[in-house]
């Protein structure tokens, strides 16, 4: 792989990194769909699983699309923060995607809680930092088959 071919994926990556901040915003802060209307009071959860058992405990009553959303949801939404921040950033180390995920997951918590448009639940940012490293997982994956691949290649081709 050469110079320019690197060049032309991290630009797509930071494009993609881009639009993708742009959707969570919307989506988390926003979004009707999501229940983003402005609540007259602040709303908050400070206990550690207390919003995962009850979204679990309730499942059959809550219905499984509420409880996939907020269970599963949450990591879902942040798996291509944590995919596309080590292509569009000098930032590749496992506790970059860590500290990031979570700082972004605070700033969303803490501006639904500001803005009442939602509530600050530390359950969210518990998922929301998983869903991070579960997509810089995948990033690690991704990039270590691309890296065999361009190996292979230039190996076939004579240059390694």
């Known amino acids: 792989m050469n110079i320019s071919d690197k060049k032309r994926i991290r630009f797509v990556g930071k494009i993609l990194f881009v639009l993708y901040i742009v959707f969570i ?6 979004s009707d769909w999501y229940g983003r209307t402005g609540e007259t009071e602040y709303r908050y959860n400070l206990i550690l699983f ?7 405990k309730y499942r059959e009553q809550l219905g499984m699309f509420a409880t996939f959303t907020n269970l599963f949801g949450n990591v879902l939404i942040f798996m291509p923060f944590g995919f596309f921040m080590p292509v569009a950033s000098g930032h590749r180390k496992f506790f970059s995607a860590l500290f990031y995920s979570f700082g972004l997951s ?4 803490t501006f639904q809680l500001l803005a009442k448009v939602g509530s600050f639940d530390v359950d969210d940012l518990l998922l929301n930092t998983i869903g991070g490293i579960a997509g810089y997982i995948m990033y690690v994956i991704c990039n270590a088959i691309r890296r065999k ?4 290649q230039e190996k076939k081709d004579g240059r390694g």
């Open 149 to 152: 691949y361009v190996y292979k």
């Open 25 to 30: 915003v919307y989506f988390l802060l926003f």
């Open 106 to 109: 605070l700033c969303v918590e």
């Open 50 to 56: 207390k919003e995962i058992k009850r979204f679990w």
